[in-house]
């Protein structure tokens, strides 16, 4: 007789009431059960059990005991009506788990969550609370220098109060019985509230399509919710280039652009606010990240200019204002921090990666990569940081692909092509009506992979499912039309090929790039980290079966989710890390592609699916 | 025979198209005519030749030989056309003279001018000529940061640039081809202009019932326009308590009444850009002074605790905020600067006058009242400076008065009554229609000197054109109806003498109690300066004789119409008068006359007609 090690059993996890079940091997938590089934539960910190957003119900089945974020976080009721957190729970047989409305992701999925981190709290804004006496006869100083007068006693120096809590502050101090709360940054008053009224900040990541808005408490430093929203902004173009032309084109493109986005923002706000039974005015600070075009078009600064060579921004260096200069509702004198940007076509969002993943920190050989429309790389090595931007195309948003959607209920998320057989995932567990950027990946590697194509992706007549389609093109079909949403076949073109081989061989020839400019070789990597919402869904092996990212081992990839977002918590929750960015920012060595004579031989190379 | 001098001739001075004719006496300027015969010749400068505001043509007559001033301002063509500055011509022969509309104030008078002053020109703003090198594939720096460096070469330092300026800077700098005239604030860059233009700034004085703009070339310090207008706030209350009232009672009263002002203000830039052929993004800083009511209402500041005891204003302490933040249009990145106020009922339009008349530098004894429905008296003697308000009321507006009326064409300004012949002059030399201001206290001076009245202001029956009027009561009938420009008698009751008793009672009290305060004696003072529309109206023998202020000399009078104006040109176009002013104040020692033991008796003294 001989020993067997016990194999890990494969437990099947039912989810309710999305109605999808899927396979994991023992030990997996449920949130990665979830997440494998492209189930989207809201996971803000990555698993660590903080962000308390992943609550779940178990049904049925056997799990592990209570860990201890459960147990700081969940009362004896919560855990006897078998709620959990999903991120800490290791099924040990089959389970079923119901999914609360409000851990699931919004029907549009998007992605704000993203690796937690540790820092000291230390925000730009402080706070104290005041008791003043009330003027009389022989106590004739203004409202004002009575507040000063006590913030002076109270140890504080160089104190202002300008022009938006002065015309509230008759009022405030009178309604508090002279009993308040001040707020201050940097000196200034920028905040006067009843005393005791707990303090809050927001971080705000503007995508090209979708927004992610953080509500922070100011006095701990928790991420207390998050919430998302597609960018209002996608009715006036898709992308970054066609809403510049919208803003050339308008006399008020500017303007109307602007408005939209503020108009969604102060939504998200309420939205908050509403949930933490807060009032608006007790957000006294924000930090806000994006692509410099939505960067600038938040701001209201002019984008024209983005559109033509040398493609300069209007501004790089990390910017101030006050919230009420552009119609964000939160306190009066509340100030917007946002992060420096790079270059025309490297925003405050990548510099929001580079922070919250502390790439300059690391001894390492990293690429950083932001897939999106606009795909921002940063390779850090030998303690240098370049970076560059590569125009990916919409495509793995869905768009110019025959029948590519956004990542929404119905979307097809997940392919495999296994012994000639086709099986598709959807989100939501929909019936299919279109595929997404990840499973317009999927396809094309799966394709691939089962020798339905060339290297140069022209389709293999008599291969599986290919077909005669249009115009007597050659096609693959994905669903047939009996098994879809809209009975209407699902069908990939060599066109859709193209287009993917067109956007990984922009982003690998931008990887490529900046490897080459640093003299090293794809082996020298340590790490490459995929951030934003599209790279936490792809299939990595894939990505790297059809060549988008250099052949290292998978264990070295690191999908961190909304790094830009997290980023933009840190400044919040720490001055020390605006200062940190900003001087990073400045030794950032940025590389124009389109100036760099072996991008057009790197990016023809990186075309082919080998 | 015996020499004889030569008598001073009288001339008559012919003045068209508004068709007055006045007697002067050889020596006086043509200035000086048009001010007695109640004229509206504006004259900012108080005849120093310096405004060249008050051209005229000499149609007929002799007059002495062009001044320098002339010289400096009339080229050949003018002189030789006739046109002369009226504060330097002084007419050896009867003469006739055309008065150009521009020469000619509003029809609504407006007290605009002001006595000169020399200071050397050193505003908060500076100003530079950069040409720029253009963003090339080779040269990626950001736009704002281009400016940056050219300003770094150009020596500025810790130079910042906030998104006003960066919400255009992009295109300001492609418009004109990177070639352009940055203006400086404290290091901020407020306005990118094109190269080599003008700069310029406002000082607007805000009293409740009139506004006066003031448009000065900051790169001379010249004023070069002065406009004046009504405050619309007076749809909404004519005096400051019925105003504080409005926004009491109404929940956006004080946006109303702010959004009034703005767009009033706004106007009179518009006006004075348009006449200086200027873009409104050519001024580029602005210093407002006012009573602390409407400095708060313009502000937006809140205004309901001046309504009640102890009356503290908001705030004292000079403010400084963006034009853009209230609506006033000016260059994008523009501010405005507040002078200070030093309590609830004095204002910062009291603390300009303190400045442009340099009371604090004097070494003599001076009274500086600034006489209005609310009149700030200032007393300084050895060296201190002690300050109070005067609840005087609106009668020297013309309101509460039977037959009362404002400063405007038709109003009776000046009554004289000799040998029981009643003689009457209005502005503009229209019909008569009522009685303003000035007009009333002759009226009760004349009455009193013609004995139509006792002491406590009782008409005397039988005495000249004192008849039954309604209700049995006595009144002194001034125009009969035939003469009027409305066909009804003009007439003054015991009720409007009443009036004018108890506002000059409260202007006569709180010199008093200053003086009392400062243990001075009326002999000792100085010099007694009269500030104000009001006050440059007035007929000071008139006023001592009613009892308004006390006997002294009339040449120890100076009346310096609007300081208040002056000094927030002053505060314009020099930085260090602006910390001057903030440094004084603090050493102001204010009067609340309603705690002062005897303010009854002093009052209740000063009624008397003696």
Redesign the interface.
């Known amino acids: 007789m001989t020993h067997t090690m016990p194999e890990k059993k494969n437990l099947i996890v039912d989810m309710q009431p999305v109605g999808r079940r899927v396979d994991i091997s023992e030990g997996s938590t449920l949130l990665e059960a979830a997440q494998s089934a492209g189930v989207g539960l809201v996971s803000l910190c990555g698993g660590e059990g903080w962000c308390e957003s992943c609550l779940v119900r178990i049904a049925k089945g056997e799990i592990n005991e209570p860990t201890q974020p459960e147990l700081d976080y969940l009362d004896e009721g919560d855990l006897s009506a078998g709620y959990r957190l999903a991120c800490q729970v290791k099924p040990k047989t089959d389970v079923r788990i119901d999914i609360p409305p409000e851990s699931l992701s919004t029907p549009q999925r998007l992605q704000i969550e993203g690796k937690d981190f540790e820092i000291p709290l230390a925000p730009i804004v402080e706070y104290v609370d005041l008791e003043l006496s009330p003027?009389?006869?022989k106590?004739?100083?203004?409202?004002?220098?009575r507040v000063k007068d006590a913030l002076l006693e109270s140890g504080f120096r160089n104190i202002r109060?300008?022009?938006p809590v002065?015309?509230?502050?008759?009022?405030v101090l009178?309604a508090n019985k002279w009993s308040i709360r001040a707020v201050l940054r940097q000196g200034e008053v920028i905040a006067l509230l009843p005393k005791g009224m707990g303090i809050f900040g927001i971080s705000v990541d503007i995508g090209t399509t979708k927004l992610a808005l953080y509500l922070v408490d100011l006095s701990t430093g928790e991420v207390v919710d998050k919430v998302g929203e597609m960018n209002p902004q996608i009715a006036y173009g898709e992308d970054v280039v066609s809403r510049i032309a919208y803003v050339t084109q308008n006399d008020d493109g500017r303007e109307t652009l602007q408005n939209a986005l503020i108009s969604s923002l102060n939504l998200l706000v309420q939205e908050v606010c509403g949930t933490a039974a807060i009032d608006q005015s007790q957000i006294v600070d924000a930090v806000v990240v994006g692509n410099t075009a939505m960067h600038h078009l938040f701001?209201?600064?002019?984008v024209?200019?983005l559109a033509f060579?040398?493609?300069?921004?209007?501004?790089?260096?990390p910017?101030d204002?006050r919230a009420a200069?552009?119609g964000i509702e939160m306190a009066p004198g509340a100030y917007i921090h946002l992060l420096p940007?790079i270059?025309?076509y490297v925003g405050a969002d990548h510099a929001a990666v580079i922070l919250s993943t502390e790439l300059w920190k690391t001894g390492k050989t990293i690429l950083a990569i932001d897939v999106g429309t606009n795909t921002e790389i940063s390779l850090v090595s030998n303690g240098s940081l370049l970076s560059c931007s590569c125009a990916s195309g919409p495509a793995f948003e869905g768009a110019h692909i025959t029948n590519g959607m956004r990542a929404a209920p119905g979307a097809i998320e997940r392919v495999q092509i296994i012994d000639g057989e086709i099986k598709t995932f959807t989100i939501d567990d929909a019936l299919p009506v279109g595929i997404c950027g990840s499973g317009i990946l999927d396809v094309v590697a799966e394709m691939k992979a089962a020798n339905l194509m060339d290297e140069k992706g022209a389709l293999i007549e008599g291969k599986l499912n290919i077909r005669k389609g249009k115009k007597k093109n050659l096609e693959f079909l994905l669903v047939p039309r009996e098994f879809t949403g809209h009975e209407r076949d699902i069908s990939v073109s060599r066109t859709d090929v193209n287009e993917i081989q067109l956007a990984k061989a922009a982003i690998r020839a931008g990887q490529e790039i900046l490897l080459a400019k640093a003299g090293i070789a794809a082996e020298d990597i340590d790490e490459i980290i995929i951030a934003g919402a599209f790279g936490t869904y792809i299939d990595v092996p894939n990505a790297i079966s059809v060549g988008m990212f250099p052949g290292i081992p998978v264990q070295s990839f690191r999908q961190v989710g909304n790094a830009a977002g997290m980023g933009a918590v840190q400044a919040l929750i720490s001055l020390k890390h605006r200062q940190l960015i900003e001087d990073v920012i400045k030794d950032v060595d940025?590389i124009?592609l389109t100036?760099y004579e072996h991008f057009q031989k790197e990016f023809i190379d990186a075309m082919y699916l080998r």
Not at 139 to 145: E, G, P
Not at 309 to 317: D, G, S
């Open positions: 003027p009389t006869i106590s004739l100083r203004a409202d004002s220098d109060i300008e022009l002065l015309m509230n502050i008759s009022n009178r701001a209201g600064l002019p024209e200019q060579a040398p493609y300069v921004p209007a501004v790089n260096e910017i204002f200069d552009i940007n270059a025309g940025y124009e100036t």
